[in-house]
């Protein structure tokens, strides 16, 4: 049973261009949600898909962006990078409310 | 804006002692999810506890809930080196789809063999 994965492993790329991200989640479960973590930090709440719509999104600006697929999995997009979006971005996935999320290995994004 | 305070920040401890981790929250939850990471790499699911639960096992690890305090804890019993890594605890307070984690700055644990 794969468990959540993500691609690419790193990238890298120049302030001002645009990147996305790719999720796929584990098997049976129907909710992705994307965090990002910068270096030394707890991972903050980007946003949520279910049903290929975005349900929940945290404080992040509309510069990142999401699209959800038929078969659940997942894509996070962000225009215009700073600097400061260099983080690691993670993937979770779970099935209903009040049951665990398991995350991905992770895509680690430098902006230059 | 993070919800959730880890207590140390940092922990160093010989192989074979107990690794104890504390969580505080400010906000009701749904549930409370504790996670490993490895040196920057992705989150490993440790064990979830929810709202109405107190305690919970699995393995080597058990965690406690209080919320009339609004916080929990979690034990490592009898480390290893392979229990080096970054902890966190995510609280979920979402109230309709779920799973809106808020997570601390995690605690630093070392084990040295």
């Known amino acids: 049973d794969a468990g959540v994965t993500q691609s690419p492993t790193h990238l890298i790329k120049t302030r001002g261009q645009q990147v996305t991200l790719r999720c796929s989640p584990k098997s049976g479960h129907d909710t992705v949600s994307w965090y990002q973590q910068a270096l030394g930090q707890g991972p903050q709440f980007i946003f949520q898909?279910?049903?290929?719509?975005?349900?929940q999104r945290g404080n992040f600006p509309d510069r990142f962006s999401g699209h959800q697929f038929p078969n659940y999995s997942s894509e996070l997009n962000v225009n215009a990078l700073l600097l400061g979006d260099s983080a690691l971005y993670l993937c979770?996935?779970?099935?209903?409310?009040?049951?665990?999320?398991?995350f991905g290995q992770g895509t680690r994004l430098t902006v230059v | 804006s993070q919800q959730g305070e880890e207590d140390p920040q940092a922990l160093s401890i010989q192989e074979g002692e107990n690794a104890t981790m504390n969580c505080s929250y400010k906000t009701s939850i749904n549930n409370l999810q504790w996670y490993r990471q490895n040196s920057g790499r992705g989150l490993v699911h440790l064990i979830l506890i929810r709202s109405n639960e107190r305690e919970k096992h699995s393995g080597r690890l058990r965690v406690t809930l209080d919320t009339s305090k609004k916080s929990s804890s979690l034990l490592i019993t009898a480390s290893r080196a392979a229990d080096t890594a970054s902890y966190f605890c995510?609280?979920?307070?979402?109230?309709?789809?779920?799973?809106?984690?808020?997570f601390g700055a995690g605690t630093i644990l070392r084990v040295k063999s």
């Open positions: 995510a609280t979920d307070n979402s109230m309709e789809y779920g799973n809106k984690l808020v």
């Open positions: 898909y279910y049903e290929e719509e975005e349900r």
């Open positions: 979770a996935s779970s099935l209903t409310m009040n049951t665990e999320a398991f």
